[in-house]
């Protein structure tokens, strides 16, 4: 059988159910419409009118802070995020890896780098912009990398 976005369900499944399938469309309306709202106010509190713009910058920002943290800081973020940028925040993301941006100027050049250092984009201004990512960053900004020690 075909469900109703195309996708193959077994008559017996529990995801062929009315019930389920309402919940689902919920919860996924639900996350979706929650994502769109960090977007709009991202928006709002850029200036910018472009959404895919702001989306990109948005992802960025949050890769640049996982990136910043080390594994244990990354993890406590994730459940404070709505589920879907839950799963982009984490897209690409291996656990065992050490923090990549060790101070606050390569916390910035990985903003930059993720909205392709467009430059009529501020990083600073981005990452100030996005709830909690910059407050969270600086704490990377007292980290010497061991070229430096």
Not at 21 to 42: E, Y
Not at 57 to 79: K, M
Request: charged residues 30%; negative net charge; contains cysteine.
């Amino acid at each position: 059988m075909i469900g109703t976005k195309g996708v193959f369900l077994a008559e017996d499944t529990p995801f062929n159910t009315g019930e389920c399938s309402m919940s689902l469309s919920h919860d996924l309306d639900s996350a979706l419409q929650t994502t769109q709202n960090w977007i709009s106010d991202l928006m709002w509190r850029l200036r910018w009118d472009d959404r895919e713009r702001v989306y990109q910058a948005l992802i960025a920002t949050l890769h640049a802070l996982r990136d910043c943290l080390d594994r244990d800081e990354a993890v406590f973020i994730g459940p404070y995020l709505p589920p879907l940028l839950r799963g982009f925040y984490y897209e690409g993301w291996y656990d065992g890896r050490r923090a990549i941006a060790r101070n606050r100027n390569s916390f910035l050049d990985r903003v930059h780098d993720g909205v392709e250092r467009d430059p009529a984009v501020e990083p600073e201004e981005v990452a100030r912009s996005v709830p909690f990512a910059y407050s969270r960053a600086p704490r990377c900004q007292g980290r010497r990398s061991k070229s430096a020690a």
